[in-house]
C-alpha cells in the first residue's frame, strides 16, 4: 500500500473555489459563471438548502434529485428549469416565474416541516389498485384498473390510509 495525498480535490477545484471567495457579487448566475459551472449538469444531486436563487435567471438548469429545502427563489424564472426528484420542502415556488413551464416529476413539496409530503406525479396513464397478492396484506384493496390525468397532480404520501391528490397545474 502506498501512502499518497487523502486530498479529494483537484488544483483546479481549488482555483475555482478561490474565485468564488474572491468575487465581490452574491448573485446566483454570476456565481455559476465564475466557478465555471454547466446549468444543465453540475447542480444535478446537489444540496443547496437554504441559499437565495431570488432574482436567478434558472432557465435550463437541471436541479433533478438536489436538496433544494427552503430555497428563496423570488422573482427567479425557472420555467424549463428541471426538479425531478428534487426535495422542494420549504420552497414558495410560487413566488417564481415560469413555475408551470417548470419540470417537477415526482418532485418533493412540504410546505411546513409538520406537515405531510407531497409528490408530483407526471401527467398520463397510470395503474392504480392493487393485485390479488397485494390485497391480501395491504390496506388499499381496489381492484387494478387503469387511469390516467391530462395534468400534474401532487399526492400525499404520509402515515394515512388514503391519499389525496391535487392539482397543481
Known amino acids: 500500500m502506498t ?8 488544483p483546479e477545484a ?11 457579487t452574491a448573485d446566483f448566475n454570476a456565481l455559476v459563471k465564475v466557478a465555471e459551472l454547466d446549468p444543465a449538469t453540475d447542480f444535478r444531486h446537489a444540496d443547496l438548502a ?9 432557465r435550463g438548469f437541471d436541479f433533478s434529485f438536489s436538496d433544494f429545502r427552503n430555497v ?19 420552497t414558495d415556488l410560487s413566488k417564481a416565474k415560469g413555475v408551470g413551464e417548470a419540470s417537477l416529476d415526482l418532485a418533493i413539496i412540504r410546505d411546513a416541516t409538520f406537515a405531510p409530503e407531497l409528490v408530483v406525479t407526471p401527467a398520463g396513464r397510470f395503474l392504480m389498485g ?3 397478492a397485494e390485497r391480501q396484506w395491504s390496506v388499499v384493496r381496489a381492484p387494478r384498473r387503469n387511469g390516467s390525468s391530462a395534468r400534474s397532480r401532487s399526492i400525499r404520501f404520509g402515515s394515512l390510509t388514503r391519499w389525496r391528490s391535487v392539482g397543481i397545474r
Do not use: H, K, Q
Open 50 to 58: 437554504g441559499t437565495s436563487m431570488a432574482g436567478a435567471d434558472l
Open 72 to 90: 428563496d427563489v423570488t422573482g427567479a424564472s425557472i420555467a424549463g428549469a428541471r426538479f425531478e426528484r428534487a426535495d422542494l420542502g420549504g
Open 130 to 132: 392493487s393485485t390479488d
Open 3 to 10: 501512502t499518497g495525498s487523502t486530498d479529494p480535490l483537484r
Open 14 to 24: 481549488y482555483r475555482r473555489i478561490a474565485r468564488l471567495l474572491a468575487a465581490e
